[in-house]
C-alpha cells in the first residue's frame, strides 16, 4: 500500500503532475491539502492513464481530498482539519491538515485538535480490534514542535522499536508511544532538508521546514518500509524544484511525500 501525500498549494493546473507521480510511484492512496484543481479534468487524466482510482468520502473536511483504488475503504470520523479513513476493517489512516502559523502562533489550537484527533483515533481503533495506525499530512510544525512531541499530542518521538515499551510514564501518567521518522530527514545529510523554505525577516528561522510528515503507531512498525519514505523533489513530467532547490511555486510552495505500508 504506496500513499502519497501533497499539499497542491491550490494550484489549478496540478492534475497533470498528481497523475505523473501516482504512475511514477504505482500510488493506491492519494491524499491531497488544497487541492483546488478540476476533478473532472482529474477523473479523465486518470482514465487516461489506467488509473482505477474513486475518490473517498471526506464530507465534512473540505481541507483535504482522498482518492484510493481500494473498494475497502470506509469514512470514519471527518473534522475541519481531519479525515480518518478505515481501510480493509485493518488499517487507521488519519489525513491531516492542520491551522498554520502564517498569522500568529496557533501551536496551543493545533495541540488541542491532535488531541481530539487521538482520542478520536483511539475508538476506531477500538472498534476494529486493530492499532495499526498512520497520521499524514501537512501538520504545519515541525517534528520537534509541542503538538507532534508531546506526550500528550501526537508523541511521535524519533526513535521507537518494535520491542520497546508501548508508552511513557510522565507524573504517574502513562502516554502511547509513536514513531515519527521524519526527524531522519532534518538537515543536509540528505536533499531536502524539509518539505516548505520561507525565508522570513525574523531572528530565528531555520528556513526549512518539515511541516509534511507521517507518523505511525508502534503496532504498524512491522508493516513499514522505512527505505520508502520518501521526500520526492521531481517526476517524469517536471522538476518540483525551482533553480534554487527548493519547492517550485509556480508547481507547489510544499515538497510531496511518499511511503509504503506492507500488506499481509
Known sequence: ????????????????????????????????????????????????????????????????????????????????????????????????????????????????????MMHAINIYEDKIGSKQTMIIGDFNETPYGKGCLSANAFHGLPVLNVKDKATRKVYEKEYRKFYNPMWNFMGDFSYPPGTYYLNEAKLYSPLWYLLDQVIISKDMLPLFKKDSLKTITTCSYADLMDSRQHPNKKISDHFPIVCEIEEH
Not at 484543481?37 to 486518470?46: C, P
Request: glycine content about 4%; some cysteine.
Open 1 to 116: 500500500m504506496r500513499i502519497l501525500f501533497w499539499n497542491t498549494y491550490q494550484n489549478p493546473k496540478i492534475n497533470i503532475y498528481v497523475v505523473n507521480l501516482i504512475q511514477e510511484y504505482h500510488i493506491d492512496i492519494l491524499i491531497m491539502a488544497e487541492y483546488d484543481a478540476d476533478e473532472g479534468e482529474l477523473i479523465k487524466l486518470l482514465e487516461e492513464y489506467n488509473e482505477n482510482f474513486i475518490k473517498c468520502s471526506t464530507i465534512g473536511c473540505n481541507r483535504i481530498h482522498i482518492w484510493s483504488n481500494y473498494s475497502d475503504i470506509k469514512a470514519g470520523e471527518q473534522d475541519t482539519y481531519y479525515s480518518i479513513q478505515i481501510i480493509k476493517e485493518q488499517f487507521i489512516l488519519c489525513c491531516v491538515h492542520l491551522m498554520s502559523d502564517l498569522y500568529g502562533d496557533r501551536s496551543d489550537e493545533r495541540a488541542d485538535k491532535i488531541q481530539q
